[in-house]
T-cell receptor, first 115, second 113 residues
Framework: NAGVTQTPKFRVLKTGQSMTLLCAQD?????MYWYRQDPGMGLRLIHY???????AKGEVPDGYNVSRLKKQNFLLGLESAAPSQTSVYFC??????????????FGPGTRLTVT | GENVEQHPSTLSVQEGDSAVIKCTYS??????FPWYKQELGKGPQLIID?????GEKKDQRIAVTLNKTAKHFSLHITETQPEDSAVYFC????????????FGQGTELSVKP
């Protein structure tokens, strides 16, 4: 049971390039989340998904797209990377929110630098 | 929407002392307040959480208190050890919001031997 894994761990992009970050979980969780972490700003929600085939915007969605084609995978895409997207990206998942919020299980993060 | 403020941003204590980190939230509908610990190079991990129907919760050396009237909650770590050194995040959430968490800015705790 690997939990939540993220690929890649590190990446350097040039401005304007595109890339996709992969999050995978083997816990059969329904809900998945993408956050970015910047110094002094905590974790901010980019997009999330409440089930296979669904996605929704979080606090800072601009410049990102997501897809949840399979329950175990949640992809985060940057179509045209900008230096402002330099950050550490974390994926998280929960079994299901139901009525009450729940502990989120985080992956190890992807450090992205855009030059 | 909900806003969570966390203080201090950095905290340095001597081993064996206590550490307190405070958070305030803005939306009175929030009813779930977790605390996460993030070690260097790793993802955040839940250390303790509290729901709005209780005022205090303890787990060995850590405790969380909640004051719903004042809309603030605090993390207390007693008998600190060097391995407690990490970044700590508070968060708030409420029912029927897709399990979304709103995080505070984080506190970097340093425990000096």
């Amino acid at each position: 049971n690997a939990g939540v894994t993220q690929t890649p761990k590190f990446r350097v992009l040039k401005t304007g390039q595109s890339m996709t970050l992969l999050c995978a979980q083997d816990m059969n969780h329904e809900y998945m989340y993408w956050y970015r972490q910047d110094p002094g700003m905590g974790l901010r929600l980019i997009h999330y998904s409440v089930g296979e085939g669904t996605t929704a915007k979080g606090e800072v969605p601009d410049g990102y797209n997501v897809s949840r084609l399979k329950k175990q995978n949640f992809l985060l895409g940057l179509e045209s990377a900008a230096p402002s997207q330099t950050s550490v990206y974390f994926c998280a998942s929960i079994p299901t929110a139901g009525l009450y919020p729940h502990e989120q299980y985080f992956g190890p993060g992807t450090r992205l630098t855009v030059t | 929407g909900e806003n969570v403020e966390q203080h201090p941003s950095t905290l340095s204590v001597q081993e064996g002392d206590s550490a307190v980190i405070k958070c305030t939230y803005s939306d009175s509908a929030s009813n779930y307040f977790p605390w996460y610990k993030q070690e260097l190079g790793k993802g955040p991990q839940l250390i303790i959480d509290i729901r709005s129907n209780v005022g205090e919760k303890k787990d060995q050396r850590i405790a969380v208190t909640l004051n719903k009237t004042a809309k603030h909650f605090s993390l207390h770590i007693t008998e600190t050890q060097p391995e407690d050194s990490a970044v700590y995040f508070c968060a708030a959430s409420m029912n029927n919001q897709g399990g979304k968490l709103i995080f505070g800015q984080g506190t970097e705790l340093s425990v000096k031997p």
